[in-house]
């Protein structure tokens, strides 16, 4: 398996930071010190970002190796949810991991998409929202139950009600995440509905009803304001929030790893100090230390919110992982942390696709001119305008959720998505039909099934 750590970035570097280090960057003029520094200004940076520079008197510093997320003319290329198909791989937004190729998977690697801009991969995701099902929290931990994160989702949605969905009980209307369903049907996606119905799925008009069974076929909703793309970057880092005088946002900068406190009492548990990074675009350049104000105080902390593989792979290149691991890879040990940069769970999808009888149906008929790749102007200006159309859908906003074995059926609790998409694919791997679809343009009509 190839390793989270990244010799170009970790090296042999020692994980302690000496006593001369600590006392120069403590007091020297030219480096700023702070409560928080966050590290990754992703989903997760943003809110962290938002709520801790609430209070004024918290100095407060989030670290983002991406840019603001302007990809395309006129950044359409985010805006526009049908345009994922142009972010994928896209190396100004995405960081473009695909794990090593596997026997379970013909030989092939899965590609994983990971935002690399102010915002995180909500910049490149699909949009949807689904928070799963109240069983999937009643296992986790106390203060972490159904209820707790019903309430948390609630505060965070700004929810735009339509016909048959769940009212005020399980949704939010006050908070920075606008939630809705898109303001584009494709017929085929009508006819999938009507599909599943006749073979026994039973409609379910809201997905995030935690009063009855997810179980069942529907339209799901998506994280879009006015049609157009609602990122994290949008919900919590508005241009009044980033004008606060306590929060710090720097772009273009990578964390090689966190540093710890050395004189920390036998048996004690490291204490982060600061961070070194580098210059995102030249890893090979100088580093740069930045340090919390104080570093053994309450409130001092730095936090990493880089994502599901950033994350462990800073904690990695700081010294906290598996012993051999970080032995075999010249790094010294501040922590043996067994689990650290391994179990990661994905959701990969299978898919297979269809030709339609009816050509000029698909979404990609109602995107392209006829056999070109490029897209029809009526489209672009009913999305630039009214924020309506085409490229108002992510295409596989229609799907259900099923129950395929006895156990998942007996606990009214499915193990399989279906995703349904009004475009034909020419390979079974998800994204890499996406992208295709980006290079090539019109296609020949049709629909694919996404199963996960």
Known sequence: MTSLVDRRVGGGRRSLISPYLLFYTLFSKSVHAFNYIVVGGGTAGAVLANRLSSDPNREVLVL???DEPRVGPFGLHVAAPAALTKLFNNPKIDWSYESENERHTAGHGIFLCRGRAVGGSSN?????????????FESWPEGWGANEMLDAFKSSERYAFSAGMSGAAYHGTDGPV???VPPYQNPLSKAFLESCKKQGLAPNPDFNDWSRD??????FQTTQRGGKRWTAAKAYLSRAVRKRPNLHLRKGVHVARVLFDEHQGQGQAPRAIGVELFDAKNPDGPRETVMLASPSGVGAEVILAAGAVGSPQTLLLSGIGPKSHLEEMGIPVVKELSSVGSMLRDQPAVLTSFDVAKAGVSITDHMFQPGSARLRVSTVLNFLVRGKGALSSPGCDHGAFVCVSDQAAAKKQPDCQLRFVPGRGDSPDGVKSYENLGKAGHVASGCTFQVM
């Open 64 to 66: 983002e190796a991406g």
């Open 124 to 136: 490149a995701n699909a949009l949807l929202y689904n928070r799963g099902s109240k069983a999937d």
């Open 178 to 180: 606008d939630v809705t």
């Open 214 to 219: 997810q179980e069942g076929s529907g339209r």
